[in-house]
């Protein structure tokens, strides 16, 4: 990671020409992250403060954050290593932060420059001595104090004192990323998340230093009017933090560095900010939802950042260090989904910026992996050099990726038992620890009322009803059962559901919109109660010189709340677009709330073929559009685009009954699972050739980027009252 300076600007590129993005001043502040980042000339520099080891109340991933926001840094933005300061746990005293934020950033900074702030770890909130009733916001560093009758000060550093830290700045081009939360809702975890908040009741004063220090700041001249902040929740809201396969990371900071990986010179901040908030909303319901905030929302900006822009590619990862004479490779994948991630092993990346290299992945530890370069990289040209970027070539996924399911930390010791046992019969289905990475969660149902516990045999007590639900313990619609079942009653009841859960899942491992090649894309729009287009996706990679068709007023407001709202009843169609040479074919999925998988559209539109440079509505122009019906909640359609016809997929729909909805063409499938399988089965037919010239074998299945698109739209189902 020894890279000099030089060699990072040069991968970073030039400036391009101007790009149109919204009027709306939180989308430009928000551009002010990426697009500042871009500059090839101006110097730039980074504190980054994560903080895991406090006293009473330990996180896990804060210091994994601080590494995914210093590889980005480095490999994505072209950063220098020595103008990136990494503060975490003993060392992030509120002394040391503010210490660093004074001699690293405004002692170094000029006008022009670029500037980074980032922590990680918990908040809270504290009242002023002379204003009890009001509490501020504030962050908890490695030095946190338990307050005390005689002395109530504690160590935290007050959100003001980091807004007048950042409005110092000679700069106008600083950004604050904060992944801590300030309210503590009772408990540390939140079902599979680790709440990122104080936990305990406020009870602190700031410390009579801390306030002496702000003081200081406010008599600071050329105080800017705002500072750029890029939340990981409302002020209200929580920030959570979560375990995968092999390590654990704030939520919003890994969404959001994944998503600039894959940012383009086609790509505003805004799309960047609302995709990787979009992820965030998905795994934890309305309980988080980041933000862009800035105190003066009338400033205007000092500089047109909507001029400037990256023009690196966009990437999965970067070489790390090459080894045993260029034979492997360590690489950092933080571009890489979680999903994607853990199934990777045997996977095939290129090498963008050395023609023919190609790298095997062995094997994989948190985001970090070791690679074999294939035979076949003509070293002529000279060897690989830290610092490459590369991109998924091979996507390679097992044939037997299963269910994990979690139990709730409620059940008695017995429940618990029984649930292992039953799940332990079903096939690639697997119970684990509460705390442990899964998929959803089996637990207890909570009662609502006591005529509905009280058991009528036995009067006054309580039956237990059994449900899933997902990783931040929300139920998932429909899987709760009566009282009074048996554990191994209700696992048996929720085996449909849990096989329309992995079947999701597979078709979800699917979804390569940030390294396809292949150049379509796809609209939604809403036909009733009025026509306006809702969201759009096209793979960011492909390459297009087309320009998506621009957001209404209305739709442009939707996209700031990150996942759209479609009313119940209303009239969905899509438009699919093929600007490749080549025909494509394609296959619509839904899955409800309630992880229910439909197929979408009429029988024999799955074997017609969309032909180069046309497109296709669905359902057709001039049709009733498809009527959103299911529970309240998030739904999710996947639009599949392959240059191969879906052979296995059509027969595993023929060969199951099908209900038909609202006499529309929309087919619940009564074995989802079959069908996400045979969809796996012929992607991986069509990428057969792409997989033979680059000289792999593979049991497993192997999926070749260039040949399909598998683009995903959330949209949240609400009420129309």
Known sequence: ???????????????????????????????????????????????????????????????????????????????????????????????????????????????????????????????????PGIMQNSLVPADDVLPLLANRAVNDILEETLLLLMRSLATENAIAILDTSYTYPGSRKNGNFRIRSRPRPTVGEPSLAELTFAEGLKSSPNLRPAAAVLAAGGNSQLAAEQEWNGFTAGLFTYALTQTLWWATPATSFSVSFSRAAGTVEQMTGLSQQPQILNHDLTAPLAVNFSSLMLNSPAADGAVMAV???????????GGLSPGVLECCAGSVFAVDSSAGARLLL?????????AQVLDGFDRTDGQLTAGELVREEIRVLPRNIGLTVALDSGLERIERVD????????????????????????????????????????????????????????????????????????????????????A??????????????????????????????????????????????????????????????????????????????RPVYFAVFCSDSAGRLSVLGAEGEMSRAIAPGENLTVPAAGAIGWAVSGPIGLAEIMIIFSENPFAQTLAAIEAEMQQTRDAQSIRVLLNPLNVARAVLEDLHAASIPGVQKVGISTDDLALDVNVWATLSFVYRVIGNG
């Open 1 to 131: 990671m020894g890279l000099k300076r030089r060699e990072f600007l040069q991968q970073a590129g030039r400036v391009l020409a101007a790009i149109g993005i919204s009027e709306a001043l939180w989308l430009r502040l928000g551009d002010r992250y990426l697009q500042a980042l871009a500059q090839p000339t101006a110097r730039k520099l980074a504190l980054l403060v994560g903080v895991d080891k406090y006293p009473d109340s330990p996180l896990h991933g804060c210091v994994t954050d601080v590494e995914l926001q210093r590889e980005l840094l480095i490999y994505r933005f072209g950063f220098a290593p020595s103008d990136i300061l990494t503060l975490t746990d003993a060392q992030a005293t509120r002394e040391n932060i503010e210490t660093a934020f004074v001699t690293h950033l405004s002692g170094q900074a000029k006008p022009g420059d670029v500037v980074v702030f980032h922590f990680s770890g918990c908040g809270s909130r504290v009242s002023l001595a002379e204003s």
């Open 323 to 333: 080894e045993e004479g260029g034979k492997t490779v360590q690489l950092w994948l």
């Open 362 to 370: 062995r094997g994989r530890t948190g985001l970090s992996a070791k």
């Open 419 to 502: 649930a292992t046992s039953a799940f332990s019969t079903l096939p690639q289905l697997a119970a684990v620890g509460s705390e442990q990475p899964a998929d959803c969660r089996f637990g207890r149902v909570p009662e609502t009322s006591l005529a509905e516990t009280v058991s009528p045999h036995e009067p006054g007590l309580i039956q237990s009803r059994y449900g899933l639900f997902s990783l931040a313990q929300i139920l998932i619609p429909d899987t709760q059962g009566d009282g009074g079942e048996a554990v191994k009653v209700a696992v048996q009841r929720l085996t449909p559901q849990l096989k329309a859960l992995q």
């Open 504 to 581: 999701g899942k597979l078709l979800r491992l699917t979804v390569n919109e940030g390294s396809s090649r292949l150049k379509v894309r796809a609209v939604l729009a809403t036909l009733a109660p009025q026509a306006r287009t809702v969201a759009q996706r096209e793979p960011v990679r492909a390459g297009g010189d087309y320009l998506l068709e621009p957001l209404s007023g209305e739709s442009e407001k939707s996209a700031r709340n990150y996942i759209p709202s479609v009313e119940k009843g209303s009239q969905l169609q899509y438009g699919l677009y093929n600007d490749s040479d």
